[in-house]
């Protein structure tokens, strides 16, 4: 089927439903397009093809029916599959049962063809496991597709599917749409459900969707997978029609605020600030007042309260993995930026943990205060242009410290030397535009309006909270004003990575 990446999921579910291809023709093309690319890329990490093909015979008539799907080797069990979170620890886990997103997948007729790379834990914004290998850019081999949904993101830009499963947790969806020049919605906190096991991760930071070509894949997608499920501890307002019917309507002139000034770093690269003031210039030209102007943020303190935030969720997920497998966890199970997290969660006090909740909260007050004056809030998606595979590995002198902390004791004395911190100072210095929504918990989106040197370059829109509905308006009405679906990385399929 030569014509496979020429549609996206809501075309190819329509030949489906037409009956000029059929699922098995579109599942073929998909693996063909692995079997030939991944070599080059290294996106996918398990395939699923004898599996997949036995599903198409008790396919549900869903409003994607037949299309092929991946699935981010990350939070989302699926049945009688591997689940290792890209960690070493992990790696001969199974799941038990299909996460509840995983199964309105099934429900929505997507054939889940196999899983794709992530960085440990998801910890990362750029996709270079120790256990898998990086994963490689199909703009520049080089360069990384960002993370922690990197696979996923590598996987759609390349033309395996046309959608592929990610989750965010400090910008994971946002971050690779930017770096693959796809559209990356990350919706509200808990619009998608987390269960029947698990609660939302990272404190509520974390809320799981998808990397699309187009618009409304995202939103057909959204449709079929929002809605709480069984025991969800809370859940936002439901819309008021489905997110599809947004996606063709223009929305009202609206009230945008746009800013450079990055939120947890010093500096933004020439190039994310041209893509910036092009994306101001075009919604400008859309009907839209366009203003600069920004929330005023302690960026640093929010920093550090992230990180530890962050390492009380890896020390628990750690000790949830030694109930689960029934093996201690070791130092050399794990990467040294795992393993300094966990030590900096479990020597961390309860008190010091609420702490830093109360700080993040004060934060996102002042963004909610923020947007009693705005619409939408514009900045780019990232500060840097992909990075070079390779640039956040952990230096010498970390990756020792992080070895050697075994115990409580040295976990205070890592927090005292600030190892962790200078860990990730560096990692908000290429993502500092994004995190803060994930506290807030409103939806945002990475729309790819930009290429530098024939890199894709994203801006992020942010809205109110419960806000996708609106976003949706706007992102088709750029989609519209400005196409990006035929925009293609180059021919790489005779190429392999070092």
């Not at 770096?179 to 698990?198: D, N, Q, S, V, Y």
């Not at 205070?412 to 560096?426: D, F, N, P, Q, S």
Request: with cysteine.
């Amino acid at each position: 089927f030569d014509a496979y990446e020429s549609f996206d999921a809501v075309g190819l579910a329509g030949l489906v439903r037409s009956g000029e291809v059929s699922p098995k023709d579109l599942l073929n093309a998909c693996f063909e397009r692995i079997d030939q690319r991944d070599p080059a890329l290294n996106a996918v990490i398990h395939r699923m093809y004898e599996q997949a093909l036995a599903s198409l015979d008790i396919l549900p008539d869903g409003p994607l029916k037949g299309v092929p799907f991946l699935v981010k080797d990350l939070v989302s069990d699926v049945k009688g599959e591997p689940l290792r979170h890209g960690a070493r620890y992990w790696k001969d886990f199974v799941s038990k049962y299909d996460a509840e997103l995983v199964v309105r997948y099934r429900k929505a007729g997507l054939v889940l063809a196999g899983k794709t790379n992530t960085p440990e834990f998801g910890l990362q914004p750029t996709t270079e496991p120790l256990l898998f290998g990086p994963t490689h850019n199909p703009w520049d081999l080089t360069r990384t597709p960002g993370g922690s949904s990197g696979g996923s993101a590598a996987a759609v830009s390349a033309g395996y599917v046309p959608a592929a499963h990610a989750g965010d947790g400090g910008g994971s969806i946002r971050i690779p749409a930017s770096c693959c020049g796809l559209f990356g919605m990350k919706p509200t906190r808990a619009r998608t459900p987390a269960g029947p096991l698990k609660a939302p991760g990272w404190n509520g930071a974390t809320v799981e969707h998808v990397v699309t070509r187009s618009v409304r894949d995202s939103a057909v997608i959204l449709d079929a997978t929002a809605g709480p499920d069984t025991g969800a501890p809370y859940y936002p307002p439901p819309p008021e029609r489905p997110f599809l019917d947004e996606v063709s309507r223009d929305p009202k002139p609206l009230r945008i605020a746009f800013t450079g000034r990055p939120f947890l770093s010093d500096s933004v690269d020439p190039e994310c600030l041209d893509a910036l003031s092009d994306a101001a210039s075009l919604l400008e030209s859309l009907g839209h007042t366009v203003v600069e102007d920004a929330p005023v943020l302690e960026g640093e303190a929010f920093a550090d309260a992230f990180v530890i935030v962050l390492a009380g969720e890896i020390s628990s997920l750690v000790r949830a993995g030694e109930q689960a497998t029934g093996r201690r966890a070791r130092y050399h199970d794990f990467e040294p930026v795992t393993w300094a997290l966990y030590n900096l969660g479990m020597a961390t006090t309860a008190a010091d943990f609420q702490l830093a909740n109360r700080r993040i909260a004060l934060e996102t007050r002042k963004v909610g205060q923020f947007f009693q004056g705005y619409d939408v809030l514009l900045t780019p998606t990232l500060a840097r242009l992909p990075l070079k595979l390779g640039t956040l590995a952990p230096s010498r002198i970390e990756e020792v410290v992080g070895r050697m902390v075994r115990t409580l004791r040295a976990g205070k004395l890592l927090r005292a030397a600030g190892a962790v911190r200078e860990m990730a100072t560096r990692s908000f210095d290429f993502v500092p535009f994004t995190p803060v929504f994930n506290a807030t918990g409103q939806p945002a989106m990475s729309v790819p309006l930009f290429w530098k040197d024939h890199l894709p370059v994203g801006v992020q829109l942010v809205g109110p909270y419960a806000g996708e509905s609106l976003l949706f308006q706007l992102a088709g009405q750029l989609e519209r004003a400005r196409p990006w679906f035929d925009r293609r990385p180059p021919d790489f399929s005779d190429k392999t990575h070092d």
